[in-house]
């Protein structure tokens, strides 16, 4: 009635674990697009001396395919090299243990941006990405920083003020103290004491020897607090009011769900949902983190988007100009233009500014019209079914919803892990939907710049 069943039945894994993985296996695709990647930038970062270390090729697959299933701890990534096939076959049986795969990722792949950019290169000679429509849009990811360890602008300037205070007060009593030592001894000294009890000058300056000793390390430890209220704040810099102490880099924000959390701003700029450009950032404002991406998406792939397809967040006269500076169609809607037009319809119209900025009120116009118009409507569609649907993979699909590091070189290195896995998994369904595939056919084509 039933197959014959014996867990203690003696068994033997294949020789080869290649047999193992099927030829469409995204592992597969990893390991070869690895494997023609160069890495010597990582490998030059090592030293001859010493036991000899684990390849960087091999780390660089694991945490990869870790990553695209949404396995990023070291620990959960160690466990899966000894009882997961898939990882075995990518390590060579190699088991690295989770203290080495976590130095690995912290101290040697900070520079991750060069390999990210030779797989994107990839996604361009397979003509997945054209460097044309190009949509960005930021979302809020949780920092790995304890929410009641924050620092606030407003409590810290507090806190200078009230030593700014303590020390004014010690002063005054340094003051008392010398009056009352010069009333004591008039014109004597206290060697040389005319008319006074020997016994009780000596016992009253005793103790205004040790009050100002106390007044003196206390002022001490009033500047060391001073000196490191200082450090916070200019750590904080002024664009942002809150800092966590445990990452300081990492601001309070307001989450999707929500809540207000230590977290950063992460920002994309995706064409056809693969990954031209990230980036992190401590300002919660989208507003002037749009530059810094569309420089960024030239510095990956050589060119400056034709079109660029925003949310109101990036509504700005500097980010117009710059866009119209370097001849990239804009179709960034200011921040109030749906409520504008909103009232609108019900007949209300808002008051002009008493000041007009002749050229702000242009793009506006312009951005009005486009947004109204069926070519913009199209555009707002492409953004939404573009860059959107790429935050909910990362968020979803990778499990991307928390970062597990702390320090922004950090933080963005993680992300570049993420956006790297994101568009391989792009690439195995672009040949998947065209053609049946080899692997071994694949090569890197860097793109000219």
Known sequence: MFKNYDQNQVQLLPANLNESISGDHLARLIS??????????????????GQRAYHPKMLIKVLVYGYSLGIRSSRKLADRLNEDLVFMWLSGRQTPDFRTIADFRKDKLLDIKTLFVQVLSLCQSLGMVRVGKVSFDGTKLKADAAGNKMLYRKVLRKRKDRIKELVDEMFEEADRLDREEEKLLGDSTEHRIKGLDLKKVEQTLRKINKRRQTLSKAQMKLKAKDTDIDHKLKAMRQDRNSMSSTDKHATLMKMKEGHFAPAYNVQLATERQVILAYGVSSNRNDQHLLVPMVKEVKANTGHYPKTAITDCGYGTKANWRFLKK???????????????????????????????????????????????????????????????????????????????????????????????????????????????YNLSTIRFTQMPC
């Open 32 to 49: 070869k697009v690895v494997d023609d990647m160069d890495t010597s930038s990582i490998e030059q970062t090592y030293s001859p001396e």
């Open 326 to 436: 370097e001849k990239i169609a804009a179709f960034v809607p200011y921040n109030n233009i749906k409520q504008e037009l909103s009232l609108r319809r019900l007949g209300v119209r808002l008051e002009p500014p008493k000041r007009i900025d002749k050229e702000l009120a242009k793009y506006k116009l312009l951005q009005k019209l486009r947004y109204l118009s069926e070519q913009g409507k199209q555009m707002m569609e492409r953004r939404r079914k573009d860059v959107e649907p790429t935050f909910g993979n990362l968020k979803r699909n990778l499990n991307f919803r928390h970062f597990h590091l702390k320090g922004q070189p950090k933080v963005l290195m993680e992300l570049g892990i993420v956006s790297l896995a994101h568009n391989l998994k792009k690439i195995k369904t672009r040949l998947q939907n065209t053609f049946q």
